[in-house]
T-cell receptor
């Protein structure tokens, strides 16, 4: 158990819909990361927050947005969903946002768009 | 295009064999990490290498960081079925941790 909690574990939704994925970081970790993992793209970095502020941005689509709340939990919002958005979405956390810090991954939220 | 190229993509070997997985890039990284991911779980950090030429050992796993900090290798001695999984390398670059596509390792008993 990494200490990072993600909900829901599985989600099936239709194209055009909107979903919210939730993440609770490890106790004391200030930095939260979101990754998307698919068979054809591998593990892709989406976005990072540190203590409520956006720290780094990766290959995140405009239809996707995220935020980190004062209690440090984070949400990833995916809207106007397309079939290609079907993937495993991971949240990870680390103590700080520095490179080389140990990053702990949650078990992921499996999104299926039909 | 992957910033980090891993090879081979797939590896199926018998228990007791040795293997090496490679992670190559044209970019220099301040640090490089190796993760193992099992089905239904998130990646778990195995090791972080920081210094060019660094070698770290974790039981039967040996990790090496290239002198120029652009590449790394993971060598497993006497592989066990429990080593089966997806091995990912990740490099720290411009505040981002970028991952290679991974090597799927299957160790048959």
């Amino acid at each position: 158990d990494s200490g990072v909690t993600q909900t829901p574990k599985h989600l099936i939704t239709a194209t055009g819909q909107r979903v919210t994925l939730r993440c609770s970081p490890r106790s004391g970790d200030l930095s939260v990361y979101w990754y998307q993992q698919s068979l054809d793209q591998g593990l892709q970095f989406l976005i990072q927050y540190y203590n409520g502020e956006e720290r780094a941005k990766g290959n995140i689509l405009e239809r996707f947005s995220a935020q980190q709340f004062p209690d440090l939990h984070s949400e990833l919002n995916l809207s106007s969903l397309e079939l290609g958005d079907s993937a495993l979405y991971f949240c990870a956390s680390s103590a700080s946002g520095l490179s080389g810090n140990t990053i702990y991954f949650g078990e992921g939220s499996w999104l299926t768009v039909v | 295009t992957q910033l980090l190229e891993q090879s081979p993509q797939f590896l199926s070997i018998q228990e007791g064999e040795n293997l090496t997985v490679y992670c190559n890039s044209s970019s220099v990284f301040s640090s490089l990490q190796w993760y193992r991911q099992e089905p239904g779980e998130g990646p778990v950090l195995l090791v972080t290498v920081v210094t060019g030429g660094e070698v770290k050992k974790l039981k039967r796993l040996t990790f090496q960081f290239g002198d120029a900090r652009k590449d790394s290798s993971l060598h497993i001695t006497a592989a066990q079925p429990g080593d089966t999984g997806l091995y990912l390398c990740a490099g720290a670059c411009r505040r981002k941790l970028v991952f290679g596509a991974g090597t799927i390792l299957r160790v048959k008993s």
